[in-house]
């Protein structure tokens, strides 16, 4: 089982950025799927979930109306849409699925099963 997270990169504050992340050796579509980040020096944070069907999404306070989670079950997609983005915002970002299927939201990197290998994002000020 692999997520392949992508679509990082450098950008100026203001600006946006589309990750996604493509899972592959098993199908995702009835688990939550979520977006962490680590910034230098940082744990790990929560920062977007979606549940299975996509009909309910939960966001960090820190990213909220800035930040959109969607998912593609056909296409085992979940992508993150980062707009208006601030340097604090720098960080890798990972993507994560939890094993358990038609489970809540958590905010705990403790309770996603599987991990990409995270994509960076930078942005300048």
């Known amino acids: 089982v692999q997520l392949q997270a992508s679509g990082g990169g450098f950008v100026q504050a203001g600006g946006s950025l589309r990750l996604s992340c493509a899972a592959s050796?098993?199908?995702?579509?009835?688990?939550?799927m979520g977006w962490f980040r680590q910034a230098p020096g940082k744990e790990r944070e929560f920062a977007a979930a979606i549940n299975w069907s996509g009909g309910n999404t939960y966001y960090a306070d820190s990213v909220k109306g800035r930040f959109t989670i969607s998912r593609d079950n056909r296409k085992n997609t979940v992508d993150l849409q980062m707009n208006s983005l601030k340097p604090e915002d720098t960080a890798v970002y990972y993507c994560a699925a939890r094993r358990a299927p038609y489970t809540s939201s958590s905010y705990s990197t403790g309770d996603y099963d599987y991990w990409g290998q995270g994509t960076l994002v930078t942005v300048s000020s």
């Open positions: 050796g098993r199908t995702f579509s009835r688990n939550l």
